[in-house]
């Protein structure tokens, strides 16, 4: 990388090439969720967002503003490599996802022990229980009558699965293998 160090600034072309590294894993990141997802509303409608971000939360490359920020403002516990995190509340999320199908996941990016950025990803859930198949239930007053909200929590713990956590999600759902084929697509 060329970084002159009496100006820290990086010359055009390096700058280019990181441009597009960063904008070729984002769609990276797209084709991967859209081909291996079962759901025809993120394989066949692509309703699945991917975002990368600076270690404080600050968006690089994505289609939404972040709110990796936010998360990181209201997580107390430990953050370390391996870990991944799933939300659906938009409550708890500073509304990134607009209701409880919405699936989201954080990782953070490590390199040498220290965190670098971020990655997220999210997509729509086709039942995530409540009242009414597909868990839109037009006439809920409260978020309460949708479905199973989740909090911020770690769906893997330094890499490994937090099974309990999965059993519980997928057992309140009317498609509880295309849920499952779908959350690891996004993940």
């Given amino acids: 990388m060329s970084v002159s ?3 820290n600034k990086l010359d055009k072309i390096t700058l280019d090439i990181i441009e597009n590294a960063l904008r070729n894993a984002r ?3 797209d084709a991967v969720v859209f081909r291996s ?3 025809p509303v993120i394989r066949e409608q692509h309703d699945a967002f991917p975002m990368i971000c600076t270690p404080d939360g600050r968006m690089v490359v994505g289609q939404f503003g972040s709110y990796i920020s936010g998360f990181i403002k209201t997580w107390k516990r430990g953050i370390n490599p391996g870990d ?4 659906s509340d938009p409550y708890k999320c500073e509304a990134a996802i607009s209701h409880i199908n919405d699936w989201m996941v954080l990782m ?3 390199r040498d022990g220290e965190l670098i950025g971020w ?11 409540g009242p009414v198949p597909g868990s839109l239930p037009t006439d809920a007053t409260t978020i309460y009558g949708e479905g199973t909200r989740i ?7 330094q890499g490994k699965l937090n ?4 059993d519980l999600l997928l057992n309140n759902s009317r498609t509880p293998e295309m849920n499952y084929f779908d959350l690891m697509a996004i993940v």
């Fill in 163 to 166: 099974e309990d956590l999965l």
């Fill in 84 to 87: 991944v995190f799933l939300c």
């Fill in 119 to 129: 990655s997220s990803q999210f997509g729509h859930t086709l039942d995530i229980g």
């Fill in 108 to 110: 953070p990016i490590f």
């Fill in 5 to 7: 160090a009496k100006s």
């Fill in 27 to 29: 769609h990276e990141m």
């Fill in 37 to 39: 997802a079962m759901s």
């Fill in 151 to 157: 909090p911020p929590v770690k769906l893997f713990d």
